[in-house]
């Protein structure tokens, strides 16, 4: 039983496109996180969710919009994508807020535009 | 300069062996993570502590608050082990180090 799980696992793309990464975890934890981690393996928190509430909104450029439809769910839209986006994209969650609560991530999904 | 520095970058081992990784950062924090990613890519949490020490098997944290330093160690490392261990800190904001990467030869 997956604890927390992504889709798509892969997803190749055109610059300019739009696309969509679903999350969603089965925890009941009421905090859910997107990393981003770059090609160097420098991984980089994006957003965090508590109680389908933004709380942490890092540098992130506003083509990225994530969305909480309720606790269990946090997709990761992203608009005119660029060659940059090129990264491999972590979904988290965590019962307590912030990082004073075990993180379990999903498989992650690599992103490549073309 | 990051907020998280990990040593060494890289680390190769003989099975069997005692391994340590370094972590120290500068911003105050409320936790610290220790996070194990295996070569297939996927992200492990293996500690999360804010002070002394923790063991879960082979697996040793530990965690100077004055100091600003966490170590994790391996003891009677194994091939299995290989893998990139990344140490972050959670403050006011997330920070992670740039991660350890382990190669344990049988």
């Known amino acids: 039983d997956t604890a927390v799980s992504q889709t798509p696992k892969y997803l190749v793309t055109q610059m300019g496109n739009d696309k969509s990464i679903k999350c969603e975890q089965n925890l009941g934890h009421d905090t859910m996180y997107w990393y981003k981690q770059d090609s160097k393996k420098f991984l980089k928190i994006m957003f965090s969710y508590n109680n389908k509430e933004l709380i942490i909104n890092e540098t992130v450029p506003n083509r990225f919009s994530p969305k909480s439809p309720d606790k269990a769910h946090l997709n990761l839209h992203i608009n005119s994508l660029e060659l940059g986006d090129s990264a491999v994209y972590f979904c988290?969650?965590?019962?307590?807020?912030?990082?004073?609560?075990?993180?379990?991530f999903g498989p992650g999904t690599r992103l490549t535009v073309l | 300069k990051n907020e998280v520095e990990q040593s060494p970058q890289n680390l190769t081992a003989q099975e069997g062996e005692f391994i340590t990784i370094n972590c120290s950062y500068s911003v105050g924090i409320s936790a610290l993570h220790w996070l194990q990613q295996h070569p297939g890519g996927g992200i492990v949490s293996l500690f999360m502590l804010s002070s002394g020490k923790k063991k879960h098997g082979r697996l040793i944290a530990t965690i100077n608050i004055q100091e600003k330093h966490s170590s994790l160690h391996i003891t009677a490392s194994h091939p299995r082990d290989s893998a990139v261990y990344i140490c972050a800190v959670a403050g006011n904001q997330f920070y992670f180090g740039t991660g350890t990467s382990l190669t344990v030869i049988p």
């Open positions: 988290a969650s965590s019962q307590i807020l912030q990082g004073e609560g075990e993180q379990f």
